[in-house]
């Protein structure tokens, strides 16, 4: 049976990789399960690339790829044509090609926006570098072997990848916030494309919003509230506290039982850049990212910690969320008064150890009692780091409930 092929490029973009990724899901969580019968992802060794090969009513998932990331004049589904894409390595660099440019058609916004994106991710993984040792540039510094060449692409591509991750205001797989006058962007896509639909509708429904009457798609405020607790200031300082701020808020659901397939999701990527969407700034200031096998081991190990206190892993992962809550809230407040600022610096590494040793499976009661006993002296600065405080004391050490 002969499916739809939809070429994913190479890890060495990993902004690309994953925006492919993020596009496909989407698409087959769009069109609903009548219209997709299964799902493959095989690797093309003729032209280097791994591809998704989805079966089904091949006409209605294109018309919702085109609905989704098109523009007016540019269709995805018209880039689609694997034989016109290659990645491969040459005797002096490596090379990538996501199709054609058609005949006599001209370079548009549309490609420049693309190889802005294209130089945003050199300095991400080896900065695309397969040879160093043979690198060398003409007179004007233009790179001539020992580099990573990308040509131009099919526009209909660039389309794609520009729509998904620079957007416009009805969609975005991103999030733009200011700290002192300066633009930050994250990115939250997803690293994979599961073969199961019914593990992909479940990534997506919770991760994004999606409207198919608009062609819309924007990150879910659930999902944005756990990255961005009061802003973007807290996952600057600390992005190993959101990590366990979205683990945690994605576990209660998974409890509760709106989430079942967690531990066969695709990897849940999350980048920051410093500047905006279309900013030339290369360096990335912030990276994690979540797959099933963090997934199950996290899991357990909330398990066995809460059953060390007597209590129920939904307290505990609830607890984290109101401690991160509260924290983010008075980071951002921290952008006006320096003594807030000053407390939260204080509080976070004290709040590390508390988490490491709770997702390891252990609580730590000394470290739990010096936490607190930190945020009860921060008490005349704010009140909120006292909220922080009265919440550890009451799920951990005053509830006392039978586990389950």
């Known amino acids: 049976m002969k499916g739809l092929e939809i070429p994913i490029p190479p890890e060495t973009f990993p902004l690309f990789h994953d925006a492919m990724c993020t596009a496909i899901c989407m698409v087959v969580y769009a069109v609903g399960p009548d219209a997709v019968r299964g799902i493959d992802v095989v690797f093309d060794e003729k032209r280097g690339l791994e591809k998704a090969i989805i079966y089904g009513d091949a006409q209605k998932i ?3 790829l085109d609905a989704l990331f098109g523009g007016p004049k540019l269709k995805p589904s018209e ?5 016109t894409w290659e990645y491969g390595v040459g005797r002096t660099h490596v090379y990538l090609r996501m199709g054609r440019l058609p005949e006599g058609a001209r370079a548009s916004n549309v490609l420049k926006s693309f190889y802005g994106l294209v130089n945003k991710q050199y300095y991400m993984h080896a900065k695309g570098w397969r040879f160093p040792h043979l690198r060398k540039t003409n007179k004007k510094l233009k790179p001539i072997a020992g580099h990573l060449d990308v040509s131009k692409p099919h526009p209909a591509i660039a389309q794609l990848l520009n729509a998904i991750l620079i957007g416009r205001r009805d969609r975005q797989a991103s999030v733009v916030g200011k700290i002192r006058g300066e633009n930050y962007t994250l990115y939250l896509l997803l690293g994979g494309v599961p073969t199961d639909t019914e593990t992909i ?7 994004y919003s999606i409207n198919m009457s608009k062609g819309s ?56 850049f ?3 969407k279309k900013a030339a700034e290369k360096d990335i200031v912030a990276y994690f990212s979540l797959s099933g096998h963090d997934w199950k081991g996290l899991y357990g190990a ?7 206190m ?35 610096d204080v509080v976070l590494p004290r709040l590390r150890l508390f ?12 470290a739990c009692y010096n936490l607190v006993r930190v945020l009860e002296g921060l008490k005349q600065i704010s009140e909120k780091f006292v909220k922080i405080a009265n919440a550890i004391i009451l799920r951990l050490f005053l509830k006392r409930r039978e586990v389950v």
Do not use: C
Request: aromatic content about 8%; overall charge negative; proline content about 3%.
């Open 310 to 344: 007597n209590a129920r892993p939904s307290d505990v992962l609830g607890l984290v969320n109101d401690i991160v809550k509260f924290l983010g809230e008075l980071a951002a407040e921290g952008r006006r008064d320096t003594d807030i600022a000053r407390g939260v």
């Open 217 to 272: 798609y924007m990150i879910s405020e659930n999902i944005k509230s756990l990255l961005m607790p009061g802003g973007l200031e807290l996952l600057l300082k600390a992005q190993d506290v959101i990590f366990y701020n979205l683990v945690s808020g994605l576990l209660r659901h998974y409890i509760q039982g709106d989430i079942t397939k967690i531990g066969d999701w695709p990897p849940i990527r999350i980048y920051v």
């Open 355 to 366: 988490l490491n040793d709770l997702f390891t499976g252990i609580i730590n009661r000394e």
């Open 62 to 64: 294109k018309e919702a």
């Open 79 to 83: 880039g689609l044509d694997i034989t």
């Open 274 to 276: 410093k500047g905006g």
């Open 201 to 207: 509708n479940e990534a997506v429904e919770q991760l």
């Open 302 to 308: 909330v398990r066995w910690a809460g059953r060390t």
